[in-house]
């Protein structure tokens, strides 16, 4: 949440999704347009926007098609910027993104992640009460 | 016979914290009047409860065979539901003096998948949190739904006690459609919750700070629960509800 004290380390959102083939640049004009500032404004900041592999695919005329993923990394402010983040994204604009979005994706994942050292301090926080 | 039943008792429009009270003595009261309910705890929910009723009630049941005659409207509604005539459902006719407090009661009976019980006799807060899993939601997902909740046990040790069940569907007779589920109308009740994951803490930290904190939680388990994750399977509008305890709920001696 804006303004908040951060609770603990930064926590890493890991989106990767394996694009339909020749979709990379429908899906990177969407997302900019219709996904990340409402996501910035619930509190992901996007650190990285990579392609996988980094090809130009509209330059080979070769079959088959190359599948390319994109992988986009999103910090958020602590435990407060995670439960900040999931207080705003249960919307039907939201949900409306992701099912839109499905056309330029094959399959997605979305993983939360944080440094090794900062396990431990975030299991310190959930144990206040043992 | 499944022996437990859970249920969330939602006020009518005006009832007051008083009434509210009143209303969890008379629901003690009510089944503490039939020979069959070994124990009865009905208790006002802490005001960060959200998306469920006003008072969680707990009702630890004898056989059938033991049923004694009831007095009330409210304890042959009771004994109704004990057996199965109108299972899921409790509607305000049958409540008495309470009527015009009462908006409904949804009913469980939980069938259990796993418990632990790490702290006998604990008086603390309960925490029941009523779900309903999407019914699209591919089975060896709900599987493993099902499978990895009890987890969060193991890796939140301010979860002193606690259970992890289905509610079975017939309990609930046709399913209706959004938030009239549940309503009082002459067509009856139906209930939308599919799961009821119970625990108990010695504290509201410890359901606040603790398990909030946890990243069992927030890094593992929410995958299920937050609906821009793939493997969503659980429909947002939970239940979360928490009350204080005045006598041990969840370690009550099911096998004796």
């Known amino acids: 949440m804006e303004g908040a004290e951060p609770l603990g ?23 900019e347009r219709d996904y990340r500032p409402d996501a910035e404004s619930r509190g992901q900041r996007l650190l990285q926007r990579l392609v996988t592999p980094p090809i130009d695919t509209g330059r080979l005329a070769e079959l088959p098609p190359i599948a390319q993923s994109v992988l986009l990394i999103w910090e958020l402010d602590g435990l407060s910027g995670f439960w900040g983040m999931r207080s705003q994204n249960a919307t039907a604009e939201v949900a409306e993104w992701w099912r839109e979005a499905g056309a330029f ?25 043992s | 016979m499944n022996r437990r039943c859970v249920a969330q008792v939602v006020l009518a429009d005006g009832a007051d914290p008083k009434d509210a009270e009143e209303v969890a003595q008379a629901l003690v009261s009510a089944s503490e009047e039939l020979g069959a309910v070994r124990a009865s705890h009905a208790s006002v929910h802490y005001d960060f409860a959200v998306g469920g009723g006003d008072l969680t009630w707990d009702l630890f049941l004898e056989s059938e065979a033991t049923v004694g005659v009831p007095a009330s409207s409210l304890g042959a509604a009771l004994l109704g539901v ?31 998948i796993a418990s632990g019980t790490n702290a006998p006799g604990l008086v603390g807060v309960k925490r029941t949190l009523w779900m309903r899993v999407n019914p699209a ?10 499978a990895e909740t009890p987890i969060l046990a193991d890796g939140i040790p301010a979860i002193r006690n606690w259970r992890w069940s289905r509610i079975p569907q017939r309990d609930f007779g046709e399913e209706g459609e959004g938030r009239t589920v549940g309503s009082n109308t002459e067509s009856g009740a139906a209930l939308r919750w599919t799961h009821l994951w119970e625990q108990e803490f010695e504290t509201v930290d410890g359901l606040q700070i603790d398990y909030m904190s946890s990243p069992v939680h927030w890094g593992f388990i929410d995958r299920y629960f937050d609906p821009e994750m793939p493997d969503c399977i659980i429909d947002p509008w939970l239940a979360h509800l928490a009350c204080p305890e005045t006598a041990p709920v969840l370690s009550w001696d099911l096998d004796r």
Do not use: C, H, W
């Not at chain 1, 999704?17 to 969407?30: R, S, T, Y």
């Not at chain 1, 994706?105 to 009460?129: L, Q």
């Open chain 1, 9 to 31: 380390d930064t926590i890493y959102v890991i989106d990767e999704l394996e694009i339909v083939p020749g979709q990379l640049d429908g899906f990177l004009k969407a997302f």
């Open chain 1, 105 to 129: 994706f094959v399959s997605r994942s979305r993983r939360f992640a944080a440094s090794p050292e900062a396990i431990a301090t975030f299991e310190t926080i959930g144990r206040m009460n």
């Open chain 2, 82 to 112: 004990m057996n199965g005539d109108r299972l899921g459902e409790l509607l305000p006719s049958s409540l008495g003096s309470l009527a015009n407090r009462v908006e409904r009661v949804e009913f469980a009976q939980p069938e259990l």
């Open chain 2, 137 to 146: 939601a591919p089975p060896d997902l709900v599987a493993r739904f099902e």
